[in-house]
């Protein structure tokens, strides 16, 4: 299996399934079931639970279960097997240990949070950020963008995402109305190895796409899962784009500190006229290796934030307190301990030992650029499929791994037979695509 036929073949059961299952069918079924004295679904669900693979377990949900093979290494889902820095967990002790700090904070979040903010990106994005109206912290980047979707879109918009993409954009954008637009990024190479450079937007084909109801437009770099750090041209012309079809621009940086081989990380947001119309997501998690804290923040102009504070605060009110003020710590710190520049050495370190083992074992994958996903082509499924099955059903009955399975894509059925036969879990690509995936 070649990078590109990987984009050819692989199709949507999952999408396919869940739209064939009407609201109204829904609701035959029950009177049925109440009268044959089922009463275990009594009440129609919402429809936006039926679009956007929201029903489906989502990759966490059921990679946690398939890592349960004691001695499985698990790859598949930011659980680095490192804490996060002891000067940041140690300011969140601290954190505890104050009665303020366990208090609700204001939903714009924690001002010690806000201002170190502004005190560390001020540079990178070349202005001064207003604490009140320019700055919000999230849950997460995850919440941070779906209180966006919610903000901005209206039944039927479209949302632009690159394929492959992190898999919680769809549901995210279905559940609030919004209809995913799906453009591939193509890996133009004939090599074995491309690097994540060679994967390439057609940006005709981005034209093409584009209808009257287009919204939005969804940027990841650094790229999660192929790796990309986009190039300056790359961006001047997204952000033509954007401006001639006045798009919102989602810029998913929370990987910004991670890109590797001397990239340079660009900010959408700094090219003329972007700053109006971007907002910039950013995760704890993926800086300080604290992906459990739940801590993001988003940057953009008061046009963006403030209304997205609207939403995140009737979805989450506020964000936790004592883990606000060690990301704080973290981003005060940082820059006296060097401690960017080390991590993101330790990772390319660490990137370089995988690639290496790679290598020898004859498996053929994308080098990334930044990120710390590496996109791998295996096929495991056709030799092992049966007794994998049959020994996953026996272990854990109370999972259901041969409907996920039937219920997924092939490169579901690969990834758990890798895990279980070989000890080693990823993510499926199938989980983090639309339709050519
Ligand atoms: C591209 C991308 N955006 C956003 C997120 C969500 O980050 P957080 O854990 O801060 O919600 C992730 C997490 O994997 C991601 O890969």
Redesign the pocket.
Known sequence: MTLPSVFRTRLTHLTAFFRSTGQRAMSSTTVQKTMNGDRSNLIPLSSRLREGRALALDVWSIYNAANLPADCINLGQ?YMNFPPPKWVTDAADEALKTTPANHYSHPKGRIRLRQAIKNFYEASFNRSLDIETEILVT???????YSVFTAFLEQGDEVIMFEPF?D?YLPSVTFNGGKPVYVPLHPHTEGDNPTSNDWKIDFDELRRAITPRAKMIIL?TP??PVGKVFRKDELEQLAAIAEEFNLLVMA?E??DCLVYDGQEHIRIANLPGMWDRTVT?F????AFAA?GW???WLVGPPSIIQPTLAATTRIVFCTNSPLQEAAAAGLEEAQERGFFAVQNQEYQDRRDVLLRAFDQIGLKYTQPEG?YFILLVHRFQKMLRLPTLTHWCRMYPEFNFQKIILSRRVSTDEVVTSTNEIGVSSIPVSEVGGVSI
Do not use: L
Not at 283 to 286: D, E, H, N, Q
């Open positions: 930011g849950s997460g980047a995850n919440e941070g963008q992190f919680q990841n790229h999660n998913d929370v990987y997501v995760s704890a998690g993926k992906t739940r801590i993001g990120s």
